[in-house]
C-alpha cells in the first residue's frame, strides 16, 4: 500500500535472515492498473513504497519470470501469472545465464529457490471467497478462466517453494533410468 | 726432523749469473795462462760467489700423521639371516685385532645400514659420515663387513679417495631364497569391481619353473589360493570390497632351506574408490522438508539422485486437462521391479501407502533389503496413519511399530546410551552439552522400538531414529519430518548434514561407519590400535609384528564405544592385529622395503668398486680363522690376494717447525772470504 511506513530495523533483519535461510516471500502490490504504459518506466506508488522498504534489504538481482523457469511448471503448465489483474509482471531472482551444456534444458534450475517473489497483480484479491464460497472481488478485464489461473498460479508458487528445483531435474530422469543397469 | 740448504741469493738471478761468467772467464785466463796461484784465485772468486748466493742451512721438525682404515658393519635386517650376524661380529673383532696391531694406522669402526627409513642397506652414506674429517690422503683403506646387497655403491671415480675398497661376504655361496615380487600395482579400483595385480615367484639358489602355491589375501582375509610357476608373470584378480585401503598380500609358499620367509609376501594398497552412489528419493507429498532432502543429497557429487515427489496422487484427479498439467508418470515398474537392485539407497520420505504402489513392490523392497539393499524411511504423520508404510509387506523389515499417536510438542532430540557409542550418532557435533546444542523438533511418530535399535529419542524415550539389520541388508527409520528445522537454521538449527551423511553411509556399509571395527594407525612412533564397538568392553588384541613376533594388549576405554591402546613401532612392515573375530593391518615405510627384496649373500655389487679400487671381495666362510690376514703396502696395482686385504700405508705427515742457519752472513761469512782472498794473496806473492 502507498505510504505504508518502512518497518523497524529489527524486523528487516529478520525478514532479511528469513530469506538468505531458504524462506521465500511474495509481495504483491495490488496496483496492476495504476500503470496504463507498463514499458514508460513510470512508477506507481505501491511500488515506490516497496522499493523503499526493500531498499534496506541486501537483494538479489530481479528478473521478470523467464519462460522456461521452474514456476511455470512445478504443477500447472503456465505462461502468465495472473490474479485480480492480468497486466502486471512477475519478478524473480535473476538465475544464472544457461550454459551450453544446459541449452536443451526445458527448465531451468538455479542453485536455490527464489526468496523474493514481486507481482502486482493482487493474487490474493482472486482468491478471496466468502464464507458461502462466492469470490468476493470482482475480476479485471475478467478473461475467462481467469480465476481458475490465479488458483493456479497460487499452486504453483507453494509447489516451487516446497519441492525447490524439483521439476527442472526430472527432464534428467528417463536418461538417469536409462543409464541404470548397463 | 729434516735438514736441507736453501739459497736466498743477495743480488737478482741475471746479475749473480753475470756475476758468475765473468768470474768463470777470470779463473779460465787465470789458469790457461798458469799464473801463479790461479787455482786459490778461483777459489776465492766462487767463494764471492757463494756468499752472494747467500746459502742458508735449514730444517724442518715433521711429525707423521696415522693411515685411517675404516671397517664397516651392515647391520641391516637383511644380515639377521643364518649365522651372518655372528660371522659379521666375530669377523670384525678379528680385523679389529689385526689392525690395532699396525702402528700409525687409526681403525674407526661403524656399523651402517641401520636408517629406519627402510629404503635398503646404505653402507657409503655410513662411511663418509665416519670419514667426513678425514683428509683423502690419510685414508688407507676401507673393510666392509656385508652380506653383499648394499644399495649404494658409488663409481670408483666419485669415491672421494684413492685406497682400496675392500669387502667381506658373511653367507654362502649356494644359499636359497624365495620371494614375491610385484610387477603391476594398480592403486585404485572402483569398490564391487575386480582388480588384476600381476606379480612373479623369483626363486633365487635353485632353477625357476617350480610349482608354487600362491595365497591372495585381502584386509587379512583369504580370497584366492592358486599354484603358479615359478619365474613366469602371473595375475590374480581381486575384488575391491570397501571404499578407502584395500591392503592386498601375495604370499608364496616356503622353499626348502631358504633364507627368510619375510619376502614371500608382497603387500600393496589399492584405494577403493566408490562409483557414484544412486539414491531413489520417493516424497509422498511437496512438504518443507523436501527441499532439505533434495539439497542435501544434490550437494554430494558422488550421488546420483532419482527423485520422485507423488504432487498428485491418483483419488485426486479433478478433470483437469492434461495438457495443462506438469506432471510426469511415475514409472513404478521399471524402479520397483526392472531396476530396483541397482539403488543403493531407497529414500521414503513421507511415504503413505496412496494406491500409487502395489503391494508387489513392497515385497520387492523388502528383497532388496534382506539381499543387501538400503531403505531409510522419513516419517511424517503419514507414518501413524491408516495408510503407513507400516500396513504393508514392509511391516517385515521396519525397526518401530507405530502405534497411532502423533506427539506435537516441542521437545529436544536426545541420544540413547547405545546411540552415544553408535558411529552414526556418536560425538555428534552439538551433542557435547546436556541438552544438546540443537534446536527443538515440534513433532515425533509415536512408535515402538521391535526389532531395531534406538539411537535418538524424544519425549518420554520415546525413539527418534532406530536402525536395524535384515540379512545383508540394512533399514533406518527417522520418526520426525522436522529435521528440516536444522538444516535452516532455527534456533540455531543442528548437525542434519552429519547425521545424515553418516546414516546414509552407515547403510550404505561404509566401512567407517561399522559398529564393531578395529583399527590401527600410526601416530609419530607409536601404533594406536582402536577397537570400535558397542559393547561395554573390548577384548585383548593380538599384534603381529613384521617380523613375526606377537604380542598382546589389554584395550582401556577412551569415551563411550572407543578402546585404545599403543604400541611402539619400531619395526617397518605389515603390521597385523586381531582380536579372534576383526583384523586390523597397517603399513609402515614402504610396502616392499629394497632390504627384503634379494636377500641372498652375493660378491657382485661390490665387485666392481673393489676392483677399481684395487680391493678385493672375499668370503669369510672361505677364509680359515673368519677372517683375512692384513699386508701394509706403501704402493701398489693390487691391495688383495686370495686369503689377504692390504692396506694403504700413507706417509703423510705434518710440520711442527723450520730452522734457517744462514752461512755467508755475519761475521763468519766475511771470515771465510777473508781466509779465501788472503790465500790467494799469499800464494801470489810468494
Redesign the interface.
Known amino acids: 500500500m502507498p505510504g505504508t511506513p518502512r518497518p523497524p530495523r529489527e524486523v528487516l533483519a529478520r525478514i532479511d535472515a528469513y530469506m538468505k535461510?531458504?524462506?521465500t516471500i511474495l509481495f504483491d502490490t495490488r496496483d496492476a492498473l495504476a500503470i496504463t504504459n507498463p514499458r514508460s518506466g513510470e512508477v506507481s506508488p505501491a511500488t515506490a513504497t516497496l522499493r523503499d522498504i526493500l531498499s534496506s534489504l541486501d537483494l538479489p538481482e530481479l528478473e521478470t519470470v523467464p519462460r522456461d523457469h521452474v514456476l511455470?511448471?512445478?504443477?500447472?503448465?503456465l505462461r502468465e501469472f495472473p490474479g485480480r489483474f492480468t497486466s502486471g509482471t512477475l519478478w524473480v531472482e535473476t538465475l544464472p545465464a544457461n550454459d551450453e551444456e544446459q541449452a536443451d534444458r526445458p527448465a531451468r534450475a538455479g542453485d536455490g529457490?527464489t526468496p523474493i517473489l514481486i507481482t502486482s497483480n493482487d493474487l490474493a484479491g482472486a482468491w478471496a471467497i466468502s464464507s458461502d464460497g462466492q469470490p468476493m472481488l470482482p475480476l479485471t478485464p475478467g478473461e475467462p478462466r481467469q480465476r481458475e489461473f490465479a488458483f493456479r498460479v497460487g499452486v504453483n508458487i507453494?509447489?516451487y517453494v516446497?519441492?525447490?528445483?524439483?521439476?527442472a531435474?526430472?527432464v534428467h530422469?528417463p536418461a538417469?533410468?536409462e543409464r541404470?543397469?548397463q | 726432523m729434516n735438514l736441507g740448504v736453501a739459497f736466498e741469493p743477495l743480488i737478482s738471478l741475471p746479475l749473480l749469473a753475470g756475476a758468475a761468467i765473468l768470474a768463470a772467464l777470470v779463473a779460465a785466463l787465470l789458469l790457461f795462462s798458469r799464473s801463479r796461484g790461479a787455482l786459490t784465485r778461483a777459489i776465492a772468486l766462487a767463494l764471492a760467489l757463494i756468499a752472494l748466493a747467500n746459502p742458508s742451512l735449514t730444517r724442518e721438525d715433521r711429525d707423521p700423521l696415522t693411515s685411517v682404515v675404516a671397517v664397516v658393519l651392515d647391520r641391516s635386517a637383511s644380515q639377521r639371516f643364518g649365522d651372518r650376524a655372528e660371522a659379521t661380529n666375530k669377523a670384525a673383532e678379528t680385523l679389529k685385532e689385526r689392525l690395532s696391531a699396525i702402528r700409525n694406522l687409526e681403525v674407526r669402526i661403524v656399523e651402517g645400514g641401520t636408517d629406519s627409513e627402510g629404503d635398503g642397506t646404505k653402507l657409503f652414506s655410513a662411511l663418509s659420515a665416519t670419514l667426513a674429517d678425514v683428509p683423502p690422503e690419510r685414508v688407507a683403506g676401507v673393510i666392509m663387513i656385508t652380506d653383499g646387497r648394499v644399495h649404494d655403491v658409488p663409481l670408483p671415480q666419485h669415491l672421494g679417495f684413492d685406497a682400496p675398497v675392500h669387502a667381506l661376504i658373511t653367507g654362502r655361496d649356494n644359499e636359497r631364497d624365495r620371494r614375491v615380487a610385484l610387477t603391476s600395482t594398480p592403486r585404485f579400483g572402483i569398490v564391487g569391481q575386480r582388480q588384476t595385480i600381476g606379480f612373479r615367484v623369483l626363486d633365487e639358489g635353485i632353477p625357476n619353473g617350480a610349482r608354487v602355491n600362491v595365497t591372495v589375501r585381502r584386509d587379512g582375509t583369504v580370497v584366492a589360493n592358486t599354484v603358479v610357476t615359478a619365474g613366469r608373470e602371473e595375475r590374480v584378480q581381486v575384488e575391491i570390497a570397501h571404499a578407502g585401503a584395500n591392503i592386498v598380500e601375495i604370499e608364496a609358499s616356503p622353499l626348502d632351506g631358504e633364507l627368510t620367509l619375510l619376502n614371500n609376501r608382497a603387500a600393496l594398497t589399492i584405494d577403493g574408490v566408490r562409483e557414484k552412489l544412486?539414491v531413489l528419493l520417493v516424497?509422498g507429498e511437496?512438504?518443507?522438508g523436501?527441499?532439505t532432502w533434495?539439497?542435501l543429497l544434490k550437494s554430494d557429487a558422488n550421488v546420483?539422485?532419482?527423485?520422485?515427489?507423488i504432487?498428485?496422487p491418483p483419488e485426486k484427479q479433478d478433470g483437469?486437462p492434461i495438457?495443462?498439467?506438469?506432471?510426469?508418470a511415475f514409472?513404478t515398474r521399471?524402479?520397483f521391479q526392472?531396476?530396483i537392485r541397482?539403488?543403493h539407497l531407497i529414500i521414503f520420505d513421507r511415504y503413505a501407502q496412496q494406491g500409487v504402489l502395489p503391494l508387489i513392490y513392497f515385497d520387492n523392497i523388502v528383497e532388496y533389503v534382506r539381499s543387501g539393499g538400503a531403505m531409510l524411511i522419513a516419517a511424517g504423520p503419514d507414518y501413524a496413519g491408516r495408510n503407513s508404510v507400516w500396513r504393508t509387506p514392509l511391516e517385515a523389515i521396519l525397526p518401530a511399530t507405530p502405534t497411532g499417536n502423533i506427539t506435537e510438542t516441542a521437545y529436544r532430540p536426545g541420544l540413547t546410551d547405545e546411540g552415544k557409542r553408535h558411529p552414526v550418532t556418536r560425538a555428534l557435533p552439538g551433542s557435547e552439552t546436556t541438552p544438546p546444542q540443537w534446536s527443538r523438533f515440534f513433532r515425533l511418530i509415536d512408535a515402538q522400538t521391535s526389532n531395531g535399535t534406538a539411537l535418538m529419542n524424544g519425549p518420554g524415550n520415546q525413539p527418534l531414529l532406530v536402525l536395524s539389520r535384515h540379512g545383508d541388508g540394512r533399514v533406518a527409520l527417522l520418526l520426525s519430518d522436522h529435521i528440516w528445522l536444522w538444516?535452516?537454521?532455527y534456533e540455531g538449527g543442528g548437525p542434519h548434514l552429519d547425521l545424515l551423511r553418516r546414516l546414509s553411509h552407515w547403510l550404505m556399509k561404509e566401512p567407517e561407519l561399522e559398529e564393531e571395527r578395529l583399527v590401527m594407525t600410526a601416530r609419530g612412533s607409536e601404533i594406536v590400535v582402536e577397537r570400535r564397538t558397542m559393547n561395554e568392553t573390548a577384548e585383548p588384541v593380538t599384534v603381529t609384528r613384521p617380523s613375526g613376533g606377537t604380542q598382546t594388549l589389554n584395550l582401556t576405554r577412551a569415551e563411550p564405544g572407543i578402546f585404545h591402546a599403543s604400541i611402539k613401532a619400531e619395526e617397518l612392515g605389515l603390521w597385523r592385529a586381531t582380536d579372534g573375530k576383526l583384523t586390523a593391518l597397517i603399513n609402515l615405510g614402504p610396502l616392499n622395503p629394497r632390504e627384503f627384496l634379494e636377500v641372498t649373500s652375493t660378491r657382485d655389487v661390490m665387485l666392481p668398486l673393489a676392483t677399481g679400487t684395487g680391493g678385493g671381495v672375499l668370503r669369510l666362510a672361505d677364509l680359515s680363522g673368519g677372517a683375512p690376514r692384513i699386508a701394509q703396502i706403501r704402493s701398489a696395482e693390487r691391495y688383495a690376494g686370495p686369503d689377504w686385504l692390504g692396506i694403504k700405508m700413507r706417509d703423510a705427515s705434518v710440520v711442527r717447525g723450520l730452522g734457517l742457519f744462514p752461512l755467508f752472513a755475519g761475521l763468519s761469512g766475511l771470515l771465510i772470504l777473508m781466509a779465501g782472498i788472503a790465500a790467494a794473496w799469499t800464494r801470489e806473492g810468494r
Do not use: C, W
Not at chain 1, 511455470?72 to 503448465?77: G, H, L
Not at chain 1, 516446497?162 to 521439476?167: A, C, E, F, V
Not at chain 2, 495438457?323 to 510426469?328: A, D, F, R, T, W
Open positions: 535461510q531458504g524462506g511455470t511448471k512445478s504443477f500447472y503448465i529457490v507453494v509447489m516446497l519441492t525447490g528445483n524439483y521439476k531435474d526430472q530422469v538417469l533410468l541404470l543397469g | 544412486r516424497s511437496p512438504h518443507s523436501e527441499r533434495r539439497n546420483d539422485l532419482v527423485h520422485f515427489t504432487l498428485r483437469t495438457h495443462e498439467l506438469s506432471l510426469i514409472p521399471e524402479l526392472q531396476k541397482e539403488f538444516a535452516r537454521g
